[in-house]
């Protein structure tokens, strides 16, 4: 994923060393992966994470019309190699 855009949404909810992963710690970590940190859903995004995907936030509502891939939390991390729980 690294180059790609990403956007997340929604209160996180997976755990890392058993915190919480806060949003700041989020984008850290995918600033980490080689990822580009947007706080808005723009034309050019290519990922949304969401702890939920099917969420109707106002972001994941842009993102989908938009064609935006959304993905969900558990998935983003595996994909970055962070072993969340």
Same mark, same amino acid.
């Given at each position: ?28 970590? @995918? &600033? /980490?992966? !080689? ?11 290519? #990922?949304? =994470?969401? +702890?939920?995907p099917g969420s109707q936030s106002?972001?994941?509502?842009? @993102? &989908? /019309?938009? !064609? ?11 994909? #970055?190699? =962070?072993? +969340?729980?």
């Amino acid at each position: 994923l690294a180059g790609q855009s990403v956007c997340f949404t929604g209160e996180l909810a997976s755990r890392l060393g058993g915190a919480p992963i806060s949003r700041e710690r989020a984008e850290e970590l @995918a &600033r /980490a992966a !080689g990822l580009v940190v947007r706080n808005t859903v723009v034309k050019k995004l290519d #990922i949304l =994470v969401a +702890a939920d995907p099917g969420s109707q936030s106002g972001k994941a509502q842009k @993102a &989908r /019309a938009q !064609g935006t891939r959304i993905m969900s939390e558990p998935a983003f991390w595996q994909a #970055i190699g =962070v072993q +969340a729980q």
